[in-house]
């Protein structure tokens, strides 16, 4: 099988990235890695847009087929490989582990997305700093929230094996130092990004991505 990932360095495209490093540490199937550069506008290529028609990453092409949206590539990939257990087994774990993750890709994300890129909302700059500090608050309730699920998790986020949710962890709590949370203000989160950062399949996107996990400065 042919497997290739669109990806951009930080953004949430880590999760499948970090997921398809552990895919090929555990069953040697390969990927090949393609860089998208967000801040260049590669995104918007007639050649990227026939990838993803929406202009974001991730997206993931196999056997020449394109497939979009971070939570379907990454059931996909559970499903084709799920001796690797990226997702739980048991369909009722399994269920409510696709409920967090969903959660995080459909409110936790776009919070960010608000804080990021306030532009994409709002025309003045008073309405767009005023998105900016509701989305900011906004986005620690939901980093206070992941917290409190994993006082849960041991030692993974869905238990014995690492998981797509540990690697969105990791992305939305790194987000968070470029919205002024200092990830030290949320220790449990924090240490448990550290282990994962540490994890060889998350260690290995890391350095392809050339991550900093720290991005917090104190203004
Ligand atoms: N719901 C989408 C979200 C994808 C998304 O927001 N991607 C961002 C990076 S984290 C992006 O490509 N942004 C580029 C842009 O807005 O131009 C998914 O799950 O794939």
């Known amino acids: 099988m042919n497997i290739e990932l669109f990806f951009a360095p930080g953004a949430c495209s880590f999760v499948p990235h970090a997921g398809l490093e552990l895919i090929r540490q555990a069953t040697g199937q390969e990927f090949s890695p393609h860089m998208v550069k967000l801040h260049k506008g590669e995104q918007r290529t007639p050649e990227y847009l026939a990838v993803n028609p929406e ?14 949206q971070i939570v379907a590539i990454c059931t996909w990939l559970d499903r084709e490989f799920p001796q690797v257990g990226l997702l739980p087994t048991d ?6 582990a696709v409920s967090r993750f969903a959660w995080m890709n459909n409110t936790a994300h776009p919070t960010f997305t608000h804080v990021f890129m306030p532009h994409k909302f709002a025309e003045t700059e008073a309405a767009q700093a005023e ?7 906004l986005f620690r309730q939901h980093l206070d929230r992941i917290q409190n699920w994993l006082a849960h998790a041991s030692p993974w986020f869905c238990g014995e094996r ?17 919205a002024g949370i ?5 220790p449990a989160l924090w240490a448990h990004v ?8 998350a260690a290995a996107a890391i350095e392809r991505e050339r991550l900093q996990l720290n991005v ?3 203004d």
Not at 182 to 186: K, M, R, V
Not at 194 to 201: I, N, S, T
């Open 162 to 178: 690492i998981s797509f949710l540990d690697f969105y962890t990791l992305t939305l709590l790194r987000w968070g130092g470029f």
């Open 131 to 137: 998105i900016k500090r509701v989305n900011v608050e």
């Open 55 to 68: 202009g974001l990453v991730p997206a993931l092409k196999v056997d020449g087929k394109p497939l979009t």
């Open 216 to 218: 917090y400065k104190k």
């Open 182 to 186: 200092d990830p030290e203000s949320l």
């Open 194 to 201: 550290q282990k994962v950062a540490e994890h060889p399949a």
């Open 91 to 96: 369909s009722w774990a399994r269920a409510q």
